[in-house]
């Protein structure tokens, strides 16, 4: 059974920063894109980050410079580092992994964690 579990989410001000880790588990994905979504309320899933299993990395334009995604292959975790955090970044989280990036910023995907909870304050 394949899993992917988020963690490290929680509340925190603005400017401060957060690392999310999402661990997957149940299958290989080597060759797997992995990738970070979001969701505020009353708003639509949004692609925020994915990263190639050979490490190449795209972003959202709003998070360009703030946020880092990283991988670790041997562990099949991925990580999203999220610095200068503002009230607009509030969301559930979700870790997601599918074989093609272009599949995931249609916003779509193979796997989906449960989601996070991030709450930024002003």
């Known amino acids: 059974q394949v899993q992917l579990v988020e963690s490290g989410g929680g509340l925190v001000q603005a400017g401060g920063s957060l690392r999310l880790s999402c661990a997957a588990s149940?299958?290989?994905?080597?060759?797997?894109?992995m990738g970070w979504f979001r969701q505020a309320p009353g708003k639509e899933r949004e692609f925020v980050a994915a990263?190639?299993?050979?490490?190449?990395?795209y972003y959202t334009d709003s998070v360009k410079g703030r946020f880092t995604i990283s991988r670790d292959n041997a562990k099949d975790t991925v990580y999203l580092q999220m610095n200068s955090l503002k009230p607009e970044d509030t969301a559930v989280y979700y870790c997601a992994a599918d074989v093609s990036v272009s599949t995931m910023r249609n916003v779509r995907s193979e796997y989906w964690g449960q989601g996070t909870q991030v709450t930024v304050s002003s």
């Open positions: 149940g299958r290989t994905f080597r060759g797997y894109v």
């Open positions: 990263i190639l299993w050979i490490g190449l990395t």
